[in-house]
Structures are given as structure tokens and as C-alpha cells.
């Protein structure tokens, strides 16, 4: 069954293969967090967007650094891309977002699944975060609903809710290419796990088969690679015909309720993320640090035996 905005999406895969106007698509990988950030472009107008960019935090100090951050700016500076959009595929549990500091250094709108304030909500309480949070999304500048159009210069593109993983989940189609954040992993890996609060393995289930009624060349993006067996790069585009014939988990053939069986047997086994904590805590602010306490420091906080 297609939706309105699963069709939109369809149509315009197809008409950019057709047309021939596929944007470009450079990404920098963190190996410490194992993330892939995504700067995509279109060529005829310089215009980009950065997809779930990476700040680089030493948790032993406390420490938050951007070089990683840098890289992406030398190269937006290097090929003259004007940045409109920083989008977050969803509040990352593994890796801390670097969007306001790519956003003083180049401009651009932060961007996220309208069900962010679901998240806000939940990670709201669980860290007694004061009143002065607010759990309404508007540390972003733009809130994503399913099936909102937006543009990067002449390539058209449409936001997907794709949750599962966490109730925000979106899933960004700009032009012919799909950045489907942690909806799924490379076909040999997998999928992510959908134990966070408000994840849910049916859901992720239900949003990847939507995902899979793209056309087969639809290029498709992931925020994560953690290599696989008998695999020893780091690999982190493929296309949705290769997701739908061959994912490990999620192949076309599987059944919903054994997709779900397997999942949740595999997530009682996971320990959490290591930067969970302290990633939560600035990426439901947008990426923005806590307001610093009476003697001008900012801190994070570690609920004891919560999660
Ligand atoms: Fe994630």
C-alpha cells in the first residue's frame, strides 16, 4: 500500500534518474562512533545540506572538541556549496551532534522529526531536566512532519516518518538518494536495535517495508557502519533493491513477526551505548549545551540506575 507522501517520494527517485540531475553526495566517517556524515549537494546551484554531523567528545574529560566538524567545513569552503539545511535523521544515543557549531561557521537551518517533542518528553523527565527546557522542539528551526517537501537549490526532496528506532525517526529522499539514519544498516549488518524508550521492533519493521516500496535504484545512505562478518571496510551506501533482496534481517521474505522475535531477542542482549548519557542530553537540545550552573560551567548529568 502507498501513502501520499511514500508516492511523492517514488515519483521523484524517478524522475531525477530520469532527468539525470542526482545530486552529490560526500561523506566523512567517524570511526570512534562509527557515524557517517553526509554533506549531499546539488551541482547545478551549490546548494547542501550536512546530515547528522559528529562533535568529537573525550568523555574521560569532559572534553568537546570539532575536527571533525572542521573537515566538513574545509570542504563545504573547498567546493563553494552553500549549506541551507543540517538535518538530523533523529536524537542520536551514540554520538553527539555538531549542528550549531556547522551552523555559525556556514548558516543553514537545524532540522528534525516533528515527534522530537515525544523524545523531549521522555529524556526530559528521565534527566529532571528544569523548566527553562522546553519540550517543544523549538531548539530546532524547523520540525519535519511525514511527507513535507523542502529543496536543495533545483533537486526537490520529501521528509519520511520512519519510526521505530526512536519515535522521531525521519528518513530525508533528496532526489534520487534515501539518508535513512538508523532505519536500516547495510544489507550483511542489518538493522538497529528499537529497545530505546519509545522504539519499538514492530514499527521499525512497518517503516522499512515502507522504505522498500522505493524503486530498487533509490541510493541509499546510513548513519552507522560497523563492518560485518567476512567484511573489513567501512561501507555506507547501497541502494534499495539491494536492502530488499538481501538485508540480513529484513529481506524482502521475512515475516513481520519474525522480524520482530528475532529483534527484541537481540536488543535483550545489547548493553547501552557508550556515549548514551551524555549524546541524549545535547542532542535533544538541538546540540546545544546545558546552560552553564552559578560558577559558568556547564554540566551533564548521569541518572544512576535509570536506564
Ligand atoms: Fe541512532
Same mark, same amino acid.
Given at each position: 500500500?502507498?501513502?501520499?507522501?511514500?508516492?511523492?517520494?517514488?515519483?521523484?527517485?524517478?524522475?531525477?534518474?530520469?532527468?539525470?540531475?542526482?545530486?552529490?553526495?560526500?561523506?566523512?566517517?567517524?570511526?570512534?562512533?562509527?557515524?557517517?556524515?553526509?554533506?549531499?549537494?546539488?551541482?547545478?546551484?551549490?546548494?547542501?545540506?550536512?546530515? +547528522?554531523?559528529?562533535?568529537?567528545? +573525550?568523555?574521560?574529560?569532559?572534553?568537546?572538541?570539532?575536527?571533525?566538524?572542521?573537515?566538513?567545513?574545509?570542504?563545504?569552503?573547498?567546493?563553494?556549496?552553500?549549506?541551507?539545511?543540517?538535518?538530523?535523521?533523529?536524537?542520536?544515543?551514540?554520538?553527539?551532534?555538531?549542528?550549531?557549531?556547522?551552523?555559525?561557521?556556514?548558516?543553514?537551518?537545524?532540522?528534525?522529526?516533528?515527534?522530537?517533542?515525544?523524545?523531549?518528553?521522555?529524556?526530559?523527565?528521565?534527566?529532571?531536566?528544569?523548566?527553562?527546557?522546553?519540550?517543544?522542539?523549538?531548539?530546532? +528551526?524547523?520540525?519535519?512532519?511525514?511527507?513535507?517537501?523542502?529543496?536543495?537549490?533545483?533537486?526537490?526532496?520529501?521528509?519520511?516518518?520512519?519510526?521505530?528506532?526512536?519515535?522521531?525517526?525521519?528518513?530525508?529522499?533528496?532526489?534520487?538518494?534515501?539518508?535513512?539514519?538508523?532505519?536500516?544498516?547495510?544489507?550483511?549488518?542489518?538493522?538497529?536495535?528499537?529497545?530505546?524508550?519509545?522504539?519499538?521492533?514492530?514499527?521499525?519493521?512497518?517503516?522499512?517495508?515502507?522504505?522498500?516500496?522505493?524503486? +530498487?535504484?533509490?541510493?541509499?545512505?546510513?548513519?552507522?557502519?560497523?563492518?560485518?562478518?567476512?567484511?573489513?571496510?567501512?561501507?555506507?551506501?547501497?541502494?534499495?533493491?539491494?536492502?530488499?533482496?538481501?538485508?540480513?534481517?529484513?529481506?524482502?521474505?521475512?515475516?513481520?513477526?519474525?522480524?520482530?522475535?528475532?529483534?527484541?531477542?537481540?536488543?535483550?542482549?545489547?548493553?547501552?551505548?557508550?556515549?548514551?548519557?551524555?549524546?541524549?542530553?545535547?542532542?535533544?537540545?538541538?546540540?546545544?549545551?546545558?546552560?552553564?550552573?552559578?560558577?559558568?560551567?556547564?554540566?551533564?548529568?548521569?541518572?544512576?540506575?535509570?536506564?
Amino acid at each position: 500500500m502507498t501513502d501520499t507522501a511514500l508516492r511523492q517520494a517514488i515519483a521523484q527517485v524517478t524522475e531525477t534518474v530520469a532527468l539525470g540531475t542526482m545530486p552529490v553526495v560526500r561523506t566523512f566517517f567517524d570511526e570512534p562512533t562509527f557515524t557517517a556524515t553526509h554533506v549531499v549537494h546539488d551541482p547545478a546551484t551549490k546548494r547542501a545540506a550536512i546530515i +547528522d554531523s559528529v562533535a568529537d567528545f +573525550d568523555q574521560p574529560s569532559g572534553r568537546i572538541t570539532h575536527a571533525s566538524a572542521d573537515a566538513v567545513i574545509a570542504y563545504v569552503r573547498a567546493e563553494g556549496l552553500s549549506i541551507d539545511w543540517l538535518l538530523e535523521t533523529h536524537a542520536h544515543a551514540d554520538h553527539l551532534s555538531d549542528a550549531p557549531y556547522l551552523q555559525q561557521h556556514l548558516g543553514g537551518k537545524i532540522v528534525i522529526g516533528r515527534d522530537i517533542l515525544t523524545v523531549q518528553g521522555v529524556f526530559g523527565t528521565i534527566f529532571n531536566e528544569p523548566d527553562s527546557f522546553a519540550r517543544d522542539g523549538s531548539q530546532f +528551526d524547523r520540525l519535519m512532519q511525514d511527507g513535507e517537501s523542502f529543496a536543495l537549490g533545483s533537486i526537490p526532496a520529501v521528509a519520511l516518518h520512519v519510526p521505530g528506532h526512536t519515535p522521531a525517526c525521519m528518513a530525508y529522499v533528496i532526489g534520487d538518494a534515501v539518508f535513512v539514519g538508523d532505519t536500516l544498516f547495510m544489507p550483511d549488518y542489518g538493522t538497529a536495535r528499537a529497545d530505546f524508550p519509545g522504539g519499538d521492533a514492530r514499527t521499525l519493521f512497518r517503516s522499512i517495508r515502507r522504505l522498500m516500496q522505493l524503486p +530498487d535504484e533509490t541510493r541509499v545512505f546510513l548513519c552507522h557502519d560497523y563492518k560485518a562478518p567476512n567484511r573489513d571496510t567501512f561501507v555506507w551506501e547501497t541502494t534499495i533493491g539491494a536492502e530488499r533482496t538481501g538485508n540480513v534481517h529484513v529481506h524482502g521474505d521475512v515475516a513481520e513477526d519474525d522480524f520482530v522475535k528475532m529483534r527484541e531477542a537481540r536488543d535483550a542482549t545489547l548493553g547501552m551505548p557508550r556515549l548514551i548519557l551524555p549524546s541524549i542530553q545535547i542532542n535533544i537540545r538541538a546540540g546545544h549545551l546545558p546552560e552553564p550552573e552559578g560558577n559558568g560551567t556547564r554540566y551533564l548529568k548521569l541518572p544512576i540506575n535509570v536506564l
